[in-house]
């Protein structure tokens, strides 16, 4: 069985059909998800979906592009939703030095709150990082976020970035790239990370993996990620899909699941 780390079922790419789209997904193998909640509606949406569905897990926090409306008041409600029970992670928070909506510094200041309230919390956190893995690694190192560990979502650096973010304490996540023919990179990282740091991911409704790129992705598409990776690895599927399993389980505390 599989475990889809960071999906968005939570916008409106899959409003009129989140029902069934969580259905095509257990048949196509996926047992959990997590939900990622990004900016006030999200979140909202994201908390609802983990209380109706005994598989579905929350993570939230507030997206590197959305910065500039980070408030006390925002932060405040933050804290009081982390501590609701099947939220497993904080995230995704970070960098994006592509869209740039925000000034850097102030991308920068509330990658750092989050992170403090994640450390207070005792959150593992979920990085969005975008065209900023130099001022990301910085950050991370300088907060010290071994403690609490987490994901680099949807991750596509090189190996030896990943080796650096590995001996920060956190898990890389390979995304629906790793089917593309020509992410020579991620295909690299994939045979390279060390299984028991290795998780998957849709990031749906983005980064369709092949055969549906170009399309919406869904949750059970991280099947073709898990085929794929298990592939570049030279290992069975059945092997793959039980190590991302427990390694999820693992940094989200649900052993007993």
């Not at 976020?145 to 090189?158: E, N």
Request: contains cysteine.
């Amino acid at each position: 069985m599989l475990f889809d780390t960071h999906c968005h079922l939570n916008v409106d790419a899959f409003e009129e059909d989140v029902e069934e789209t969580i259905e095509r997904a257990k048949e196509l193998g996926v047992s959990k998800f997590a939900v990622v909640g990004f900016d006030t509606e999200t979140i909202k949406k994201s908390l609802e979906l983990s209380q109706a569905h005994p598989e579905i897990y929350s993570i939230i926090g507030w997206h590197p592009t959305e910065a500039g409306s980070y408030s006390p008041e925002i932060q405040e409600s933050l804290i009081q939703l982390l501590g609701q029970d099947k939220v497993v992670a904080m995230g995704e928070m970070g960098l994006d030095y592509y869209w740039n909506t925000s000034p850097k510094e102030v991308q920068e200041k509330v990658f750092r709150q989050q992170i403090q309230i994640a450390k207070d919390l005792k959150l593992p956190i979920s990085i969005h990082m975008r065209d900023a893995i130099e001022d990301t690694y910085r950050i991370l190192k300088e907060e010290d976020v071994s403690s609490i560990g987490g994901i680099m979502h949807s991750y596509s650096g090189d190996v030896d970035d990943m080796k650096r973010f590995l001996d920060l304490g956190m898990h890389i996540s390979l995304s629906g790239v790793v089917t593309f023919k020509k992410a020579v990179e991620v295909h690299e990282v994939a045979k390279a990370v060390p299984l028991d740091r290795l998780l998957i991911e849709t990031d749906a409704p983005y980064l369709a993996p092949v055969p549906y790129r170009g399309k919406r992705n869904e949750p059970g598409y991280v099947r073709y990620v898990a085929e794929r990776v298990a592939e570049l690895r030279e290992i069975d599927f059945e092997e793959l899909a039980n190590v991302t399993m427990t390694n999820a389980k693992r940094l989200f505390r649900l052993e007993d699941i």
